[in-house]
């Protein structure tokens, strides 16, 4: 029998808002469900338990995902949660390798599937100290030693000076994984502040300058969380 997906959101069109494919359009599938409990989580509503999420079989959530978008689509995005908590997404990608529409994940890379590697874009955003998370090292030796998916990446969301020498640490580890920084959205449950945009600018523009002026950070990428420029904390965009 298929292996029911839980699922809390689908959505899209939309534009990839962070890391190795920032900009691509592509639609959502966000899972229930996560073994972390980062603080500052911008998507808690996938395990605090504020949210159900609907058991669904890869064929159903295609055919959602073909109603959301008439003009059909070629890119699909499975976040979370840790969508890497589920063996049944493998059957979700194997299906969108057949229709020929190119799929990517996120994951914290805490846990491996093997459906992992058929996914043709890998991020794996491994947690600094300020999300209240501690890396298992061995476990993310061992995710990134099996990851052998097309195009892979790291990405560490950064909010702090502890964070961005947390950075460094994973940077210097992995050296031949692409690398991207991320600015942390400290205001994500903010819904009406006016200076939002301006505050994100400035996190960015930080960010960019501690960066440049590091020798040791000389092959990164500098991004912001796109999505929140154009729509602050907007669910499902
Ligand atoms: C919601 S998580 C789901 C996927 C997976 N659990 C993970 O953390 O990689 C998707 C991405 O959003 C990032 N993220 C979550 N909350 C954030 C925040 N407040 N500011 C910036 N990035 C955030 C995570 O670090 C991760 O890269
Ligand atoms: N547009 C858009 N881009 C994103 N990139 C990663 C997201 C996520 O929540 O995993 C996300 C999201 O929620 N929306
Ligand atoms: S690992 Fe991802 S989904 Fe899980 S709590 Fe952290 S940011 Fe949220
Ligand atoms: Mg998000």
């Given at each position: 029998m298929a292996k029911l997906i839980p699922v809390v959101e689908l959505f899209g069109p939309?534009?990839?808002?962070?890391?190795?494919?920032?900009g691509q359009k592509t639609m959502f599938v966000r899972t229930g469900g996560c073994d972390y409990r980062c603080?500052?989580?911008?998507?808690a509503f996938t395990w605090d338990g504020s949210e159900k999420s609907e058991p669904l079989s890869a064929e159903e959530i295609i055919e959602r995902l073909d109603s959301l978008c008439e003009n059909g689509y070629s890119h699909v995005t499975i976040s979370g949660g840790?969508?890497?908590?589920?063996?049944?997404?493998g059957e979700l990608v194997a299906l969108l390798n057949e229709k020929g529409v190119a799929t990517a994940i996120e994951t914290q890379g805490s846990i491996f599937q093997?459906?992992?590697?058929?996914?043709?874009e890998v991020t794996v955003s491994p947690k600094p100290p300020s999300s209240g998370m501690e890396t298992d090292w061995t476990k993310l030796d061992l995710f990134l030693q099996q990851l052998q998916a097309p195009a892979v990446s790291l990405k560490v969301v950064v909010f702090d000076d502890a964070d961005y020498q947390y950075a460094k640490h994973v940077h210097k580890r992995y050296p031949t994984v692409p690398f991207y920084l991320q600015t942390g959205n400290?205001?994500?449950?903010?819904?009406?502040?006016?200076?939002f945009l301006e505050k994100r600018m400035g996190a960015y523009e930080a960010l960019v300058e501690k960066a440049l002026a590091d020798?040791?950070?000389?092959?990164v990428r500098v991004l912001p969380q796109l999505h929140t420029w154009l729509w602050g904390n907007k669910r499902g965009v």
């Open positions: 939309t534009i990839q808002g962070e890391g190795m494919v920032i603080r500052w989580c911008d998507s840790n969508p890497a908590i589920h063996k049944g997404i093997c459906w992992i590697n058929r996914v043709d400290e205001d994500f449950a903010e819904k009406e502040d006016p200076r020798k040791e950070m000389n092959n």
